[in-house]
């Protein structure tokens, strides 16, 4: 299985960015997409996760009325559209990827990307 992100970079406050994850290797059909965060000497934390099967959507406190998580099966690939931003949205952002979700629970998931990087200042 590979992740690849993309869609990073550097905004300023207010302003937004779209995450992109490009799905490959899973050929077990229906899959949770997640998407984690983790600021520098902080730990990772949950955004927000979809279940493929039935587009259903889980945010985090933290994200939910700006950010918005979404999936094109077409493309495999998924979403993360950040809208608002702030300065502590700065983190690596990382996709991530299980058969089923586990809410935010960082090691119930087994497939990580190499993540990409949002700055906001």
């Known amino acids: 299985v590979q992740l690849v992100e993309s869609g990073g970079g550097s905004v300023q406050a207010g302003g937004s960015l779209r995450l992109s994850c490009v799905v490959s290797g899973w050929i077990a059909g229906d899959y949770c997409l997640a998407w984690f965060r983790q600021a520098p000497g902080q730990e990772r934390e949950g955004v927000a996760h979809?279940?493929?099967?039935?587009?259903?959507?889980v945010y985090a406190d933290s994200a939910k009325g700006r950010f918005t998580i979404s999936d094109d099966s077409s493309k495999n690939t998924v979403y993360l559209q950040m809208n608002s931003l702030k300065p502590e949205d700065t983190a690596m952002y990382y996709c991530?990827?299980?058969?089923?979700?586990?809410?935010?629970?960082?090691?119930?998931?087994?497939?990580w990307g190499q993540g990409t990087q949002v700055t906001v200042s």
């Open positions: 979809i279940y493929t099967s039935d587009h259903s959507t």
């Open positions: 991530v990827l299980e058969r089923f979700c586990y809410g935010f629970s960082t090691g119930r998931y087994n497939y």
